[in-house]
Nanobody, 126 residues
Framework: QVQLVESGGGLVQAGGSLSLSCAASGRTFSSCAMAWFRQAPGQEREFVASITSSGGNTYYADSVKGRFTISRDNAKNTLYLRMNNLRPEDTAVYYC???????????????????WGQGTQVTVSS
C-alpha cells in the first residue's frame, strides 16, 4: 500500500505560479513511477505529467509542456509539480498517483496507477 497526501493548491491569478507537493508513505517510494492528473468539474480525469522511479525520465501533456515541471525527491518520499504561467483552463482538482512499477508504458492512463491521493484544488482566475 502507498498513502499519498497532496498539498499546495490554492487560488492564483492567470500568469501566476503554484507548487504542489505529494507526500508518500508505505510502499518504497523510490520504486514507484509517479504522476499528476487533474479533473475539472464535469470532465474526465486528465493526465498532466509523469516521472519514472529514478526521476530520469519525465513526460508531459501537450497542454502543460513548457509551463509545468514534475520532479521527485526519493530521500524525502515526495513528488512535486511546479506550475508556471497558469491559465484559467488549468483550474481543476489535482491528484497525485503512484504505480506499483518503476516504469510505465501507458503513463497517460489513470488505470496504470494503483494508488491515489485525495486531491488538491487549484483555481486560476482570469
Amino acid at each position: 500500500q502507498v498513502q499519498l497526501v497532496e498539498s499546495g493548491g490554492g487560488l492564483v491569478q492567470a500568469g501566476g505560479s503554484l507548487s504542489l507537493s505529494c507526500a508518500a508513505s508505505g510502499r518504497t517510494f523510490s520504486s514507484c513511477a509517479m504522476a499528476w492528473f487533474r479533473q475539472a468539474p464535469g470532465q474526465e480525469r486528465e493526465f498532466v505529467a509523469s516521472i519514472t522511479s529514478s526521476g530520469g525520465n519525465t513526460y508531459y501533456a501537450d497542454s502543460v509542456k513548457g509551463r509545468f515541471t514534475i520532479s521527485r525527491d526519493n530521500a524525502k518520499n515526495t513528488l512535486y509539480l511546479r506550475m508556471n504561467n497558469l491559465r484559467p483552463e488549468d483550474t481543476a482538482v489535482y491528484y497525485c498517483a503512484a504505480a506499483r512499477t518503476d516504469i510505465i508504458v501507458y503513463y497517460q492512463l489513470p488505470t496504470s496507477y494503483q494508488y491515489w491521493g485525495q486531491g488538491t484544488q487549484v483555481t486560476v482566475s482570469s
